[in-house]
């Protein structure tokens, strides 16, 4: 893909989203502090001290692929901004096979919002002592959104749902 189509559907997926302002803003009034305390819940489950939460990496999968940190993620679920700017120039490039371009665009419920298939979210927390092969434990979840709030519930195949 060439830089310009690249940037003509960066911008073309900002425009989009920007149109569905109120439906973001929406889920965030109606599911962000509901999600944040399931998550926060997970994380005192999974994480044996604060060591562990700092390293620990959340992964969201919707319709994009999107990581954050535990130092993040009430700012992140509750954010509602569409990103308004973006610096796209060649370097971006190589990041278009993976869609990495895509991600900064969409605040995260709204991408879980997007996804076709239903949304999971991986909890992976990197193993203290590890030999070559780094190894991660880790927890997933897949989000019901069938209800008016948004559940959380353990898979163990967190990327074959559908």
């Known amino acids: 893909m060439d830089l310009y189509l690249f940037k003509q559907n960066i911008y073309q997926e ?5 149109k569905d ?3 973001i803003d929406s889920l965030i009034k109606e599911q962000a ?4 305390r399931h998550m926060k819940a997970i994380i005192e489950k999974i994480c044996k001290d604060d060591i562990e939460k700092m390293f620990l990496t959340i992964k ?3 319709a994009y692929e999107q990581s954050i940190n535990v130092a993040g993620l009430e700012y992140q679920l509750k954010n509602n901004k569409v990103l308004q700017n973006p610096i796209i120039n060649a370097s971006y490039e190589a990041d278009t096979f993976g869609e990495l371009g ?7 419920i709204y991408n879980m919002y997007m996804s076709k298939n239903k ?3 991986i909890f992976l927390i990197p193993q203290r002592h590890y030999m070559e092969n780094v190894r991660h434990i880790w927890y997933a979840v897949s989000v019901d959104r069938s209800t008016s709030k948004w559940t959380l519930h353990r898979t163990k195949r967190p990327y074959d749902n559908t």
């Open 14 to 18: 900002i425009k989009n989203a920007k």
């Open 102 to 108: 895509y991600v900064d665009i969409y605040p995260i």
């Open 33 to 36: 502090d509901s999600l944040l």
């Open 119 to 121: 949304p999971t979210i």
């Open 21 to 23: 302002q109120h439906i």
């Open 60 to 62: 969201i999968n919707g």
